[in-house]
């Protein structure tokens, strides 16, 4: 499955069980919920990461789809960006962009 066809799937899931299709404030929070629920199961090395971790993708979709994003498009375009960009070790040992090409 791709991105694209989860997020159609993901929207038309939240049409069908009358959940949240406009509020997009609320879905941002929701989405933070799993996060967090996600760093919990990892933290604890709960069996259910996979799921919390497809809750946070789900959320994620429905968020695009409310904006109108394709986010099948975006991700495609943001890691063909990201493998032009450079990075150099700064002081304290992070790494710092140097070039965007």
Request: aromatic share 6%; hydrophobic share 40%.
């Amino acid at each position: 499955m791709d991105i694209a066809e989860a997020q159609k799937l993901a929207w038309e899931n939240k049409i069908a069980k009358g959940f949240n299709t406009s509020d997009v404030a609320l879905e941002f929070g929701l989405l933070t919920a799993e996060v967090g629920e996600a760093f919990t199961a990892w933290r604890k090395g709960l069996p259910d990461r996979g799921e919390e971790l497809a809750d946070i993708l789900l959320y994620l979709v429905a968020i695009a789809e409310m904006q109108g994003i394709d986010l099948d498009s975006e991700v495609a375009s943001k890691i063909e960006k990201n493998t032009r960009r450079s990075y150099q070790p700064g002081e304290n040992g992070t790494l710092i962009r140097t070039s965007e090409d």
